[in-house]
């Protein structure tokens, strides 16, 4: 079933008017990959408003405080962390920083170069799922039809890709078959890892419990 903006708006509890920017994308996207019952919307919808923080962000952000730099990427950047995370007095992390995290913490991994290539900045997170690596970003093109591997800025710019390619993850995983039988949180740990923080696993499932009232999911 389609989704109304309203009812998006009130599963992520965000503004009408975002829920109104992007409703016509998810809806298509959700239609376009057999995102098909209220079971599976609900988990869906919980998901990518996690990953997007509300649908607010579709490039992922390295703004890190050092204590949860080393929280999320552990040993890959416990020798560095203490310089590039967040400082006292800083509002956020200055870009030149970011770029050197996300490129450090991503080197070396599903075809990703190492951090000189500039591989994990060119190949991180983007779009409503956050797809991640130089590997998922082939694979995604493939299925989408788009390059992104030349042109990955385009999960940030353009609103169906961002949607299209949170469908097309969630399919290429089994999203369906976790939201039939309401293991949602192995669906977390598949789409974020066995290396999922407390914190991600609580957020998340708080989103899904809102999501589930609103689309009426027992």
């Known amino acids: 079933m389609n989704l109304t903006a309203l009812q998006l708006a009130s599963a992520l509890q965000i503004s009408s008017d975002r829920a109104t920017a992007w409703i016509d994308q998810i809806n298509a996207a959700m239609l376009e ?3 098909s019952t209220p079971a599976r919307q609900a988990a869906f919808i919980a998901q990518i408003g996690h990953e997007s923080v509300g649908l607010s962000q579709t490039a992922e952000s390295f703004n890190y405080r050092v204590s949860a730099l080393v929280a999320t990427f552990g040993s890959r950047i416990a020798a560095t962390a203490s310089a590039l995370g967040r400082q006292a007095g800083e509002i956020a992390v200055p870009i030149e920083r970011q770029i050197r995290i996300a490129n450090i913490v991503y ?3 599903y075809g990703n170069g190492d951090a000189a290539s500039g591989d994990g900045w060119r190949y991180k997170g983007g779009g409503l799922k956050q797809i991640t690596f130089h590997d ?9 039809g788009v390059n992104l591997l030349a042109n990955p800025q385009l999960l940030v710019s353009d609103k169906g890709l961002a949607a299209r390619s949170a469908g097309w993850f969630w399919l290429s995983i089994g999203g369906s078959n976790y939201a039939d039988r309401a293991d949602f949180d192995g669906l977390s740990k598949r789409i974020n890892g066995a290396g999922i923080t407390p914190e991600s696993l609580a957020a998340r499932r708080a989103r899904w419990a809102v999501c589930k009232k609103t689309l009426g999911v027992a």
């Open 136 to 144: 998922n970003y082939a694979a995604c093109s493939a299925a989408l």
């Open 107 to 109: 080197a070396n991994r």
């Open 33 to 35: 990959f057999g995102i």
